[in-house]
């Protein structure tokens, strides 16, 4: 499946044919891989964590009706498949399995990895993605960069080009204005 | 109710289930990233993609038989992982997922009994159709 676009290659693997994963995974596996690194401790997890998605979409053709690029289909799988990798390692070192995790994948995005149905933790992610919604949009990245994506402080001062002391200013001022959105939403409950 | 309570209240909020990320955003983060290589393998790994079609009447042996392969494909020196995925709704079909540190381990597990034994086993009839399969090789 060499000659195929990405958007040939992306319906290949919505329909589970074993050579379009393979083919997904020799042109973008790289990425993939890297991706995942952002989540995980080493490369070796992040293979684990690729090879560990492939092995579900070949149980179960991922969902791709809703999407038409493959980097975002492959952004938010490999995300996910790096956040439930997180949570099945620290499960089996007896760590709680959510007590360490900065990200979580969002339930709204319909996303190839199914998340469990509505339980107090997935209404609590609701009632943050709610408030999430509602604060400014350069917050939301903010905030959406340090603990969705967890990156560093240096990573995210780089990224958005601004000073440390910038920074962290804006991190307090945006981890306030989503608590108080939360409490004010707990409170009208 | 003071600033910090808030704070750490949310701190704890986070922690418990994490901040959902957009797929924007996530796709933003997917267009930055360099590729760690060529492929998603470290240089001289080798990964093989497997899929079995089990004849009519013949998938539970067919199933059995890959189980077994799995098992003894896990023992072998130089074998990082060897999974078997079913798809639900295809009794039929197996998936076999290999993943080796090198070449040479790679062919230390085909040159195994338990592969000419599993070999030799689909040549039975338990197959539709051949075994088909896709080889990766990491490179620098």
């Given at each position: 499946m060499a000659d195929e676009t990405d958007q040939e290659l992306l319906e290949a693997l919505g329909r589970g044919e074993p050579e379009a994963i393979a083919a997904v995974y020799r042109r973008h596996g790289g990425r993939m891989v890297a991706f995942a690194l952002r989540y995980v401790t080493d490369r070796s997890a992040a293979e684990d964590v690729v090879v560990d998605l492939i092995g579900r979409w070949l149980e179960r053709p991922p969902r791709i009706a809703e999407v038409n690029r493959i980097s975002a289909f492959l952004a938010t799988s490999v995300y996910h498949a790096a956040i439930d990798w997180l949570r099945r390692e620290r499960s089996e070192q007896?760590?709680?399995?959510?007590?360490?995790?900065q990200a979580a994948p969002d339930r709204r995005l319909a996303g190839p990895i199914s998340i469990p149905a509505s339980t107090p933790a997935v209404e609590l992610r609701e009632r943050i993605a709610g408030a999430l919604d509602r604060v400014p949009p350069a917050d939301r990245l903010l905030l959406e960069s340090h603990y969705g994506r967890a990156l560093s402080a240096e990573e995210c001062m780089t990224e958005l080009g601004i000073t440390r002391a910038a920074f962290h200013q804006r991190l307090h001022r945006a981890r306030t204005r989503l608590a108080r959105l939360l409490e004010l939403d707990e409170t009208s409950r | 109710m003071s600033e910090d309570l808030t704070l750490s209240r949310l701190d704890q909020r986070i922690a418990t289930t994490g901040l959902p990320v957009r797929a924007e955003t996530l796709e933003q983060l997917w267009n930055v990233t360099e590729p760690i290589g060529p492929t998603g393998l470290s240089e001289g790994e080798v990964l093989i993609l497997v899929t079995l079609r089990a004849r009519p009447g013949q998938e539970s042996r067919l199933h059995a038989a890959a189980v077994a392969f799995v098992e003894s494909s896990r023992q072998q020196?130089?074998?990082l992982a060897s999974t078997l995925h079913t798809p639900p709704h295809d009794g039929a079909t197996l998936h076999l997922l290999e993943r080796f540190a090198s070449r040479r381990a790679f062919e230390a597990h085909m040159a195994a009994d338990y592969f000419a034994v599993f070999q030799r086993e689909q040549q039975e009839g338990m197959l539709a159709a051949p075994a088909e399969a896709v080889f990766l090789q990491g490179r620098r």
């Open positions: 007896g760590q709680s399995p959510r007590s360490q995790i | 020196p130089g074998s």
